[in-house]
């Protein structure tokens, strides 16, 4: 069998893996294995295609690993939306909350709203914090 072929064999094995671990690990050394597999068809011997190998996995591990580690961060996998997105939001009160009623206007929309603490009173007109929210009921902390 051709050098080449076991090169592309092994891109292909490694390739497929790192579909079922995505840890940018095993995709550098498929991208490498590829890179040698061009080497092979070119005609480069074995040592050579060796080097290539190394060359392509650390300019990979050196260039494409931290690119690969900075997207990852800029997108956490625990990125909130919808009604979650509101928790930890400040809050503006409307009508006196308490432990069982209140309004709170929440980023320009009126919610309904309780205290966090059952045995606070927050006045009207009070900054609060969005500690939950509770189906449609916002749970609101004072500000200090």
Known sequence: MDDWIIWLIFAVVLGVAELFTLTTALGLLGG???LTSVAAVLGLP???????????????????????????????????????????????????VNGREGRVQIGGEEWSAKAYDETLVIPAGAVVDVIEIEGATALVYPRE
Do not use: M, N
Request: charged share 15%; aromatic share 6%; proline share 6%.
């Open 32 to 34: 490498a294995a590829l």
């Open 46 to 96: 074995v040592p050579l295609q060796l080097l290539v190998f190394a060359a392509s996995l650390a300019a990979g591990v050196v260039v494409v690993r931290p690119i690969a580690k900075r997207h990852l961060k800029l997108q956490p996998s625990s990125k909130r939306f919808g009604i979650q997105a509101l928790v930890g939001k400040t809050a503006y009160v409307l009508r006196e």
